[in-house]
């Protein structure tokens, strides 16, 4: 949303960053980035949800469910995408996982990259989707 669609009290929706679930939520105040070094000029909603108190900045916030899915899905691809293209030749993907958290690390993993990972693993002929789906392979 823009910062001008965004008022006190609105009902918004959000994806929180450490989960990465979409939640339903009231603003409870706008605010201008504490760290100005970082982020000039960039505004933060503080929403009032199920988790308790929580921040997002103005343009992650959304005013349906529906917008916000379709928002999460389309970063989420375009992570994918970005990842995929970081992964060219056998070299890659074998210093891929080095640099980026692909394994099971709770709210630091990287789905994305570990989306991109398994995809370019398959296309460079090392797994396939059905070895993927077997118990000694875990999929995301």
Known sequence: ??????????????????????????????EIADDQSRSPGKKYAEL?????????????LHPSFKDCETAVLKTFAD???????EIKTIRDLIIFPLKHTVSYAEEYSDNAA???????????????SKEMETENYERD
């Open 48 to 60: 009032k949800c199920e988790l308790g108190t929580c921040w997002a900045a103005i343009e992650n």
């Open 114 to 128: 570990k989306r991109a990972y398994k995809e370019r693993a398959e296309e460079l002929g090392f797994i396939t």
């Open 79 to 85: 992570e994918v995408a970005k990842y995929k293209a």
């Open 1 to 30: 949303m823009k910062e001008n669609e965004v008022k006190i009290g609105q009902t918004v929706y959000f994806r929180e960053h450490w989960s990465g679930n979409i939640y339903k939520a009231k603003v409870a105040n706008i």
